[in-house]
């Protein structure tokens, strides 16, 4: 074979691997959205705020459909109880039953602090803004307690309207969504959210149990849990409307 040709097969070899490596990437993060919201999910969760001097707990409801949709409630404590948020491919709006108003946030809102936590409205109404504004690269793997966990670091896509320079996220081989790392756009780190228990939820191995930490503020933190959830249902089409977010059905 001659030189120039062994020279392009080798870098056609390269480009092959590393688009397959790109696309198994894409899959693993695709996995691990796909394994938290389904095609549609119902969620119960507890959110618990941790401050060095006090704690705050509340109680979610959450449903989810599709790529874009999200419903998320607070029902307990009383004087929360009632607040909600709805995320659509048309926006995301608040509202709050003590003023029986329904805001709708502008984009530089959304990685905002929900509720006093560390946790933004991009989170928890689970956006899949890592899905699709970000290109994704396997940098390491590992094998735990039986399961190969991948670290996947997520550059913004040029352009990309994202508050954050990088993630570096942790995928297990079932899906399950270990960690997420968030850089500024310096490439420091801002916060770290970390999966502190895997259990079974709707019949799928789920992250039941994840904390957000801060960098920058030790001692402080906040945990969600999830207490139960069902995954592929059909929820009714009234949920995700500004209507039901106003005035919800029972």
Do not use: C
């Not at 959450?62 to 009632?82: C, I, K, Q, S």
């Amino acid at each position: 074979m001659r030189p120039y040709m062994t020279a392009a097969v080798v870098t056609a070899s390269l480009m092959i691997t590393s688009q397959a490596i790109a696309a198994n990437a894409d899959a693993l993060v695709r996995a691990a959205f796909n394994n938290w919201r389904g095609q549609s999910s119902q969620t119960k969760v507890t959110m618990l705020v941790h401050r060095p001097d006090w704690e705050r707990r509340m109680t979610i409801k959450a449903y989810t459909r599709g790529n874009d949709d999200a419903l998320v409630r607070f029902t307990a404590p009383a004087e929360d109880a009632g607040n909600a948020t709805l995320k659509t491919a048309d926006g995301t709006w608040i509202f709050n039953p003590k003023l029986n108003q329904v805001v709708k946030l502008p984009p530089s809102m959304l990685a905002q602090s929900w509720m006093g936590s560390d946790f933004s409205y991009n989170d928890l109404s689970k956006s899949e803004e890592l899905l699709t504004d970000y290109t994704h690269k396997i940098v390491g793997q590992k094998t735990v307690a039986g399961h190969i966990v991948y670290t996947i670091d997520a550059i913004p896509k040029p352009g990309a309207p994202v508050v954050w320079g990088m993630l570096e996220v942790k995928v297990r081989d079932d899906g399950v969504m270990l960690g997420e790392t968030y850089f500024d756009q310096n490439m420091n780190m801002v916060r770290r959210m970390t999966t502190d228990k895997v259990g079974i939820i709707g019949g799928r191995p789920y992250p039941v149990i994840m904390t957000m930490h801060p960098a920058d503020k030790p001692g402080r933190w906040t945990r969600i849990e999830t207490l139960a959830g069902r995954f592929n249902i059909s929820p009714p089409l009234y949920l995700f409307t500004l209507s039901n977010l106003q005035n919800p059905r029972h």
